[in-house]
């Protein structure tokens, strides 16, 4: 079975904290794939990183990083310094081995407040 | 930016019609996935096509149905609509190369049942 699962349903930070969103998954693949997507008010899932189960090596990009552990499952995404851009909706989500599904979370919503 | 476009964006039905939702995949996207997002839930896989041929098929009954055109713009139909199938649906495209290719997702169609 494949599941991910977003335990923090909520999180509030004022601007320029640092936040962590988590995001634990199960999986049988022993090929797998892990995105995080940011979806904003307008609705569309922005893209923002992949990573194949064979690559545990953390990843950071200007103000983000993602922390990938296989031993605990989990694919946890951290935002520095915070900024009101940054509301949104933020989904974790798993591709298995036949690669044409995807499984996501139920969703962390992001506040920040100025 | 996507280039995936979604028509209409807002539509209002009663049960036991039936409805299309329209989808343009981005240029150069042979793969078509099409998502069901109820508020406050993460996207749930219904189907996905590749070359006009359904790949890979969610939860959900028969009367969702789709079809994938030589152009690899797609139709998602819902026959006897109910009150659960108020939602948001997202529509993907993806270039089928290798396994765990990224989605690009459309700003979807909000779909009400009344």
């Known amino acids: 079975a494949q599941k991910v699962t977003q335990a923090q349903t909520e999180i509030s930070v004022v601007e320029k904290e640092d936040v962590t969103l988590d995001c634990v998954y199960e999986?049988?693949?022993?090929?797998?794939?892990l995105f995080w997507y940011k979806q904003p008010p307008s609705g569309e899932l922005v893209f923002l990183i992949r990573?194949?189960?064979?690559?545990?090596q953390n990843e950071i990009s200007g103000r983000y990083s993602w922390n990938f552990q296989k031993s605990t499952s989990s694919f946890n995404f951290t935002i520095t310094a915070s900024q009101v851009v940054d509301s949104a909706v933020y989904f974790c989500?798993?591709?298995?081995?036949?690669?044409?599904?995807?499984?996501f979370g139920t969703g962390t919503s992001l506040t920040v407040i100025p | 930016e996507t280039g995936v476009t979604q028509s209409p964006t807002h539509l209002i039905k009663t049960r036991g019609q039936q409805v299309t939702l329209r989808c343009s995949s981005q240029s150069g996207h042979n793969t078509v996935s099409w998502y069901q997002q109820a508020l406050g839930q993460g996207p749930q896989f219904i189907f996905q096509?590749?070359?006009?041929?359904?790949?890979g098929r969610g939860n959900f009954p028969p009367r969702f149905s789709g079809l994938q055109f030589p152009n690899y713009s797609s139709e998602l139909n819902v026959n006897a609509l109910e009150l659960d199938d108020s939602a948001l649906y997202l529509c993907?495209?993806?270039?089928?190369?290798?396994?765990?290719?990224?989605?690009?997702f459309g700003s979807g169609t909000q779909l009400s049942v009344l």
């Open positions: 990573r194949n189960s064979f690559d545990e």
């Open positions: 993907a495209s993806s270039f089928w190369t290798v396994r765990g290719e990224k989605l690009f």
């Open positions: 999986t049988r693949d022993t090929t797998y794939y």
């Open positions: 096509y590749y070359r006009e041929e359904e790949n």
């Open positions: 989500a798993l591709s298995g081995r036949t690669g044409n599904q995807f499984y």
